[in-house]
């Protein structure tokens, strides 16, 4: 059987998906494709960046409007070298561990893995209040939670641009955490590009304290992780493929997956 990927021969800064039944390439909005044909999954990647160090964060990020995370508002956030997000302090630790952890904090995590942004890759974090963001938002929620409503009020948005893993300096990957917020709703788009072979494992999902309310992504700590045929990029619960989408503001306990 002829894999459709390969038939494709998709170029460089391209990746195969799946969408509708149908086999394309697809491309991040910083390699747009010829005649502006279909783009992947990101969100524009802009803002402030972080400062390079291995198992660093951002500064402490004050939040336009607070982000209620399964009933808990927040007024501050961090987005951390390692693929994950916190919101009470900054967290170094590389090496994932599965959900539920059961712990002392609420984490999302678009790509938890060793990532090492010393000598190249950025950690860009921007949120908006206004503007066509706040749009795609509102058109992207409601086409994934129609019985909502949505109208975005606030867009954060996180990126690991071209990181690469830690003794793997050739390595590139990127991925995306957009967190949105409007009314009573709180979502996450967790958005995939182009994902580097990587022999570390990796975990996809969030977790909350105690893990009351904690998801996994289908393939997290697999062999299928990263690499032109990650799972992640490849497959999607909202038919975009590259991007998974959550509500946040509440859910049931001990949740593997919705």
């Known amino acids: 059987e002829i894999d459709p990927c390969e038939k494709l021969d998709c170029g460089e800064h391209e990746w195969c998906g799946n ?6 390439c ?16 990101l969100y524009p990647i ?18 336009h409007q607070p982000f209620v995370y399964f009933g808990q508002p927040y007024n501050q956030i961090y987005v951390n070298h390692n693929g994950h997000i916190t919101f009470n302090n900054p967290w170094g630790i590389h ?17 938890w893995t060793i990532f090492d942004n010393t000598q190249t890759g950025l950690v860009y974090y921007k949120q908006y209040t206004s503007g066509n963001i706040l749009n795609q938002a509102t058109e992207d929620i409601n086409n994934y939670f ?18 690469p893993y830690w003794l793997h300096n050739n390595s590139q990957t990127t991925v995306q955490a957009v967190l949105i917020s409007g009314g009573q709703y709180s979502f996450v788009l967790m958005n995939y590009g182009n994902i580097s072979p990587n022999r570390w494992k990796v975990q996809v999902g969030y977790d909350t304290i105690n893990s009351i309310h904690h998801l996994t992504v289908p393939g997290s700590f697999s062999s299928n992780t990263s690499g032109n045929y990650s799972v ?27």
């Open 19 to 24: 969408k509708d039944g149908v086999y394309s």
């Open 26 to 41: 697809f491309s991040d909005e910083h390699y747009p494709r010829p005649n502006n044909e279909s783009y992947g999954p």
């Open 46 to 63: 802009s803002g402030n960046t972080t400062q390079p160090a291995l198992d660093g964060s951002s500064p402490r990020i004050v939040l």
């Open 95 to 111: 090496i994932p561990q599965s959900f539920p952890m059961y712990g002392t904090r609420d984490i999302i995590a678009p790509f």
């Open 146 to 163: 129609p019985q909502f409503n949505f109208t975005a009020s606030w867009v954060f948005v996180a990126t690991w641009h071209e990181i």
């Open 232 to 258: 992640f990029r490849l497959n999607s619960n909202v038919n975009v493929p590259g991007r998974w989408a959550f509500r946040l503001d509440h859910g049931s306990r001990g949740c593997t997956f919705n």
